[in-house]
Each structure stands twice: as structure tokens, then as C-alpha cells.
């Protein structure tokens, strides 16, 4: 497999520092988003040194400054976005379209699988080694894992039978216009 140039947002995150682990252990090119919003945080500075040391590059790159966030995709072919849309952090979500504004002013990062036709590798990690990881974490972190968990290996909210007679959930508010997915996720091809 031919290896990419990979740029982490959100690198020291719970899923973050995961992606960027992953990234490195299969040799490619992995640059972190160092963003001085985080300002004097010594743990996540800490982490980007650590970081840093295992073999990645540090790029500074600000929401609140489009160019430099420009400037950091147009050094990869990749990026991956794993900055928090919790409800309590909501506004994350909102900066990520500032995120995506950038990769397309770059032109340079290479588009989503199915729109290319390309296959893109899966990795997976089992139920045990996922449940593993709360160990150590703080009790609201580990309610955070114990709720992927539950959507992700165990398809809750999606492991039940609707029924006869039911209603696809779209037809239930005809007014509003859905968009599938993938018909958004066109836009930004």
C-alpha cells in the first residue's frame, strides 16, 4: 500500500492520539495540527512533544486564521478530522466547516473512497482491546467509551425491530428536504 501524507486534527483527543498512533506504526508521513487555542495545556503539549518524538511533525494551524489552516493541508494528501461534536462542544462542529473551506481552497487532499472508486483499507480493533482502553481514564471519559462502545460493537440504537406497519422516518416530516449522505458528502468532491 502506497503511503500517504496524513494530517490529524484534533490529534490529542481521546480518538486522536489513536489515529495518530495508528498512522505512524504503518510508516506514513503523519503531521499533527498544533493549534494555540490550546495554550498553556501541559498535558496536550506534552503529547505533541511525545508525538513529536515517535516521529511526527508539528504544524501550527488556527480556526481563527484560514491561511495557516490552508498552509497545513497543503503538506498532505490526507486529513482526518477526530475533534470532538459532543453536544457540549458543538461549536467543534462548526469549525470543522472552516476545516473543510480549507481543504478545498488546497485542492490537494484526496477525496472520499466511494466517490473515487478506491478501497480503502479497514483496520479493526476487537471489543476486548476497545474496553481495554477505558483503563486509567477518568470515570466521565470512561462513560464516553462505555457509549461508543454501545453504538459500535454492540449497534445499540440499531439492533431493534421497527415492526409492521411502520414508516420509513423520512415520510414521517415530508416538509423537510433530507439529504442522503452521500449527495452531501458530493459537495465537497
Same mark, same amino acid.
Given at each position: 500500500m502506497?503511503?500517504?501524507?496524513?494530517?490529524v486534527?484534533g490529534g490529542?483527543?481521546?480518538?486522536?492520539?489513536?489515529i495518530?498512533?495508528?498512522?505512524l506504526?504503518?510508516?506514513?508521513?503523519?503531521?499533527?495540527?498544533q493549534?494555540?487555542?490550546?495554550?498553556?495545556?501541559?498535558?496536550?503539549l506534552?503529547?505533541?512533544l511525545s508525538f513529536?518524538?515517535?516521529?511526527?511533525?508539528?504544524?501550527?494551524?488556527?480556526?481563527?486564521?484560514?491561511?495557516?489552516?490552508?498552509?497545513a493541508?497543503?503538506?498532505?494528501?490526507?486529513?482526518?478530522?477526530?475533534?470532538?461534536?459532543? =453536544? $457540549?462542544?458543538?461549536?467543534?462542529? !462548526?469549525?470543522?466547516?472552516?476545516l473543510?473551506?480549507?481543504?478545498? @481552497? *488546497?485542492?490537494?487532499?484526496?477525496?472520499?473512497?466511494k466517490?473515487?472508486?478506491?478501497?480503502?483499507?479497514?483496520?479493526?480493533?476487537?471489543?476486548?482491546?476497545?474496553?481495554a482502553?477505558?483503563?486509567?481514564?477518568?470515570?466521565a471519559?470512561?462513560?464516553g467509551?462505555?457509549h461508543?462502545? =454501545? $453504538?459500535?460493537?454492540e449497534?445499540? !440504537?440499531?439492533?431493534?425491530?421497527?415492526g409492521?406497519?411502520?414508516? @420509513? *422516518?423520512?415520510?414521517l416530516?415530508?416538509?423537510?428536504?433530507?439529504?442522503?449522505?452521500?449527495?452531501?458528502?458530493k459537495l465537497?468532491?
Amino acid at each position: 500500500m502506497a503511503k500517504s501524507k496524513v494530517l490529524v486534527v484534533g490529534g490529542t483527543g481521546y480518538i486522536g492520539r489513536r489515529i495518530v498512533k495508528a498512522s505512524l506504526a504503518q510508516g506514513h508521513e503523519t503531521y499533527v495540527l498544533q493549534r494555540p487555542e490550546i495554550g498553556l495545556d501541559i498535558e496536550k503539549l506534552q503529547m505533541l512533544l511525545s508525538f513529536k518524538k515517535e516521529g511526527a511533525l508539528l504544524v501550527e494551524g488556527s480556526f481563527n486564521h484560514h491561511k495557516s489552516l490552508v498552509e497545513a493541508v497543503r503538506k498532505v494528501d490526507v486529513v482526518i478530522c477526530t475533534m470532538s461534536g459532543v =453536544h $457540549f462542544r458543538s461549536h467543534n462542529i !462548526l469549525l470543522q466547516l472552516k476545516l473543510v473551506d480549507a481543504i478545498k @481552497e *488546497a485542492g490537494n487532499v484526496k477525496k472520499w473512497e466511494k466517490l473515487t472508486g478506491k478501497e480503502l483499507e479497514k483496520i479493526s480493533i476487537s471489543d476486548t482491546d476497545f474496553l481495554a482502553s477505558m483503563e486509567g481514564l477518568a470515570l466521565a471519559e470512561q462513560v464516553g467509551v462505555g457509549h461508543f462502545y =454501545h $453504538f459500535f460493537y454492540e449497534g445499540c !440504537l440499531t439492533n431493534f425491530e421497527i415492526g409492521e406497519g411502520a414508516e @420509513e *422516518a423520512s415520510k414521517l416530516y415530508p416538509e423537510v428536504q433530507y439529504t442522503r449522505m452521500e449527495d452531501f458528502l458530493k459537495l465537497y468532491a
